[in-house]
C-alpha cells in the first residue's frame, strides 16, 4: 500500500508558495529551515521506500551487467575521443595525450570503485545526490547532484555540436555551413547550430519511450561503434608515422612526446575526464537492474576500464596519425585523412562512425541527467512534478523534456571552448564528494560514532592535497620544488596511515565494498583536487557563477520546498511488510 502526498501538487496541507505574502514570510523564516534542512540526512532504507514512493510508479528491474557495460560503453566512447581529444592534444598534451587519458582513467576507475560500492548498497537512481545525501545532508547533496546535473547539460550539448562537424566531414560539407552566425550576440554565444538540437530533441523522444528500449537501441548502436573504433585504431597505425609522435609540424614548436612537459600532460586529463562522465550515469541506473549486487561492480567498472584502454589506443593512432600542431581540434580524426590520396574515403567513414559513436553517449548521459532530476524531485529540493515516472514507460518524463529543452537551447547557441573545462570542473567536484561521502560513511555509520575525527581528517587530508597541487603549479622548477613536494606527499601519506590505525571502521559492508580502505578513495580525492588544479581561472569564475546560481536556488526554493514536504509529512510512506519485501529482492 502506498500513500501518496496529500494534493495533486505533493504539497499537502501548507505551502510556502500559495501566495506572494505567504513566500515573504516564509522567505524570512529562512535562517531557521536553513539550520533544520541542510545537514538533514536520510537513510538507505528511507531512500529505498519513503523517498522512492514519491514518484507514483515505480522504474522497472529490467536490466542485467551485459546491459550495464553497453550503456558504459555507449555513455563514453564518443563523448571523449571525438569531442575532447583533438582540443587537448592541440593545445596542453600533444602526443602525450595518451598519458593524460590514462591517468584521468585510473582517477575515473578509482572514483568507479566508490560509487559501485554506494550503488551495490542503495540501488536507487540519484547517484551521487543519494549518495551524499545520506552522508552530508540535504543541501551538501543538493549542490552536488545540481553541479552533476549542469556538467550532463554542459557535456550533451558540447557533444551534440560536435556531432555536426562530423556529420559535415560525413558528406563533405564544411561546418560553418551547418551552422550560421547571428551578429550582435557575444562571441562563444553566437554561432547557431539547428542540427545539435534536432539530435537532442530525437534523443529525448527515445528515452522517454523506455529504459529497457533504449538499452536495446543502445547496444545495438554500441556494437556497430565498437567495430568503427577498431577500425580507427587499425587505420591509425596503419597509415601513421611514429615520428609524429615526437616531431611537429612546425619546427618552432616544441618537439618530443611531451612538447609541453608534466603539467601539459595533467591539463589534457583534466580537460579529457568529461570522457568518463558516463560511468557516473550507469549508476544512476540502479534502480532499474535486476541484481545490483551482481551486475553493478561488473557493469561499472569493467566499463570504465574497457573504456580507458580504447581511450589510449585511439589517442595513440590519432597522434600517429598527424603531428599535434596540425591536429583539427574539432574534428581530429576525420580531418588527418583530408588530402590525403586514396585515403579520402576514410575521412567519410570517421565522420559517419563518430556520429554514431556521439549519438549513442548522448543517449546514455541524458538518461542519466533525468534520472538525477527525478530524484532530486523526491526530495522536493526542486519541483515536485520532476519526480513523477510515466504509469506506461516507467520512465522520468516529465524531467526528460524539461532537461531535454535546455540542453538543446545551450547547443544551439554555445561554443565547445565555453563548455568543455567547466564540465570537467564539475565532474571533478561531483567524484571528490563522492570519495568523502564513501570514507565518512564507512567511519561515521553508527549512531554513537563522533563525526569529528573523520570529518577533521577530510579536511586536512583535502588541504594537504591543495597545498601539493598549488606547489606544483606555481612554484618555480628546480631542487626546492622537488624537496617541497616530497615533504607534502610523505604528510599526506603519514596522514592517511594515522587514520587508519586509530580510527576503526564503524561499518564494513556485507555486498561489495571497495578494496583498500581508506586509501583507495584517498587517493582518488588526491587526484580530483590535483586535475582540478590544471584547469584555468576563467573556468573557475563560470563554475563559480553556476555554484551561486545553485545556492540561489536552493534558499529561494529549495529550502522552502523540503520544509513544506516535511512539516505535512508529505513524502510517500510504505508499510513495514513491503519495505522489507524490496529490501530482501534487492539483496
Not at 148 to 167: E, P
Not at 391 to 405: D, E, R
Request: charged share 15%.
Amino acid at each position: 500500500m502506498e500513500v501518496q502526498s496529500r494534493d495533486n501538487n505533493g504539497d499537502g496541507g501548507h505551502s510556502s508558495f500559495s501566495s506572494l505574502r505567504v513566500y515573504l514570510n516564509s522567505l524570512s523564516e529562512t535562517p531557521s529551515r536553513l539550520s533544520r534542512r541542510a545537514v538533514s540526512v536520510s537513510t538507505s532504507s528511507e531512500e529505498m521506500s519513503r523517498v522512492r514512493a514519491v514518484s507514483g510508479e515505480q522504474m522497472r528491474r529490467t536490466l542485467r551487467w551485459y546491459d550495464l557495460i553497453g550503456l558504459g560503453i555507449g555513455g563514453m566512447v564518443g563523448a571523449g575521443v571525438f569531442v575532447t581529444t583533438g582540443r587537448a592534444s592541440r593545445i596542453y598534451a600533444g602526443p602525450s595525450i595518451v598519458v593524460s587519458y590514462a591517468i584521468a582513467g585510473l582517477c575515473a576507475l578509482l572514483s568507479a570503485f566508490c560509487y559501485t560500492e554506494f550503488a551495490v548498497h542503495l540501488p536507487v537512481a540519484g547517484g551521487a545526490f543519494s549518495y551524499v545525501r545520506v552522508t552530508f545532508g540535504e543541501f551538501p547533496a543538493f549542490f552536488t547532484g545540481a553541479n552533476l546535473i549542469l556538467d550532463y547539460v554542459f557535456s550533451n550539448a558540447a557533444v551534440s555540436r560536435s556531432f555536426t562537424a562530423y556529420l559535415g566531414s560525413a558528406f563533405g560539407i564544411s561546418t560553418s555551413k551547418w551552422r550560421f552566425f547571428v551578429t550582435g550576440l557575444p562571441k562563444g554565444f553566437n554561432e547557431i547550430d539547428p542540427v545539435a538540437v534536432v539530435v537532442v530533441i530525437a534523443i529525448t523522444v527515445i528515452i522517454c519511450c523506455g529504459t529497457r528500449e533504449s538499452s536495446k537501441v543502445n547496444m545495438i548502436m554500441t556494437a556497430f561503434h565498437i567495430a568503427f573504433v577498431l577500425f580507427v585504431i587499425v587505420m591509425g597505425f596503419l597509415k601513421g608515422d611514429s615520428k609524429n609522435l615526437s616531431v611537429p609540424a612546425n619546427p618552432e614548436h616544441p618537439s618530443g612526446f611531451f612538447p609541453f612537459g608534466a603539467a601539459g600532460v595533467f591539463n589534457g586529463a583534466a580537460m579529457v575526464y568529461l570522457s568518463y562522465i558516463g560511468y557516473d550515469a550507469v549508476s544512476t541506473m540502479a534502480e532499474e537492474v535486476k541484481n545490483p549486487v551482481k551486475d553493478i561492480p561488473v557493469g561499472v567498472s569493467g566499463s570504465v576500464a574497457i573504456v580507458t584502454v580504447l581511450y589510449c589506443l585511439m589517442a595513440v593512432s590519432m597522434s600517429m596519425l598527424l603531428p599535434y600542431d596540425l591536429i583539427d581540434p574539432e574534428a581530429p580524426f576525420s580531418a588527418a585523412f583530408k588530402g590525403s590520396n586514396g585515403w579520402e574515403w576514410v575521412t567519410k567513414v570517421v565522420g559517419i562512425g563518430a556520429s554514431f559513436g556521439i549519438l549513442t553517449s548522448l543517449l546514455v548521459a541524458m538518461l542519466g541527467q533525468a534520472r538525477y532530476m527525478c530524484v532530486i524531485g523526491r526530495s522536493r529540493v526542486v519541483p515536485f512534478c520532476f519526480s513523477k515516472i510515466h504509469p506506461k514507460t516507467s520512465t522520468p518524463v516529465n524531467a526528460s523534456i524539461f532537461l531535454g529543452i535546455f540542453t538543446a537551447i545551450l547547443a544551439l547557441f554555445t561554443d565547445l571552448n565555453v563548455l568543455l573545462n567547466l564540465v570537467s570542473i564539475g565532474t571533478l567536484f561531483v567524484f571528490y564528494m563522492v570519495a568523502n561521502a564513501l570514507i565518512f560513511r564507512r567511519y561515521v555509520h553508527l549512531q554513537p560514532t563522533k563525526p569529528w575525527t573523520t570529518l577533521s581528517f577530510l579536511a586536512l587530508f583535502s588541504i594537504t592535497s591543495l597545498v601539493f597541487t598549488l606547489t606544483w603549479k606555481f612554484v618555480p622548477e628546480g631542487k626546492p620544488k622537488a624537496f617541497m613536494l616530497g615533504a607534502i606527499a610523505v604528510v599526506a601519506i603519514a596522514m592517511v596511515l594515522i587514520f587508519h590505525c586509530m580510527v576503526p571502521q564503524a561499518w564494513k559492508p556485507e555486498l561489495w565494498g571497495v578494496p583498500f580502505m581508506p586509501w583507495t578513495p584517498c587517493v582518488s580525492i588526491f587526484l580530483n583536487i590535483f586535475l582540478l588544479g590544471s584547469l584555468d581561472a576563467p573556468s573557475y569564475a563560470r563554475f563559480g557563477v553556476c555554484s551561486c546560481l545553485i545556492v540561489l536556488v536552493y534558499l529561494l526554493y529549495g529550502v522552502h520546498a523540503s520544509s513544506d514536504a516535511e512539516t505535512n509529512g508529505s513524502f510517500g510512506v510504505r508499510e513495514d511488510r513491503q519495505v522489507l519485501k524490496e529490501m530482501t529482492e534487492v539483496v
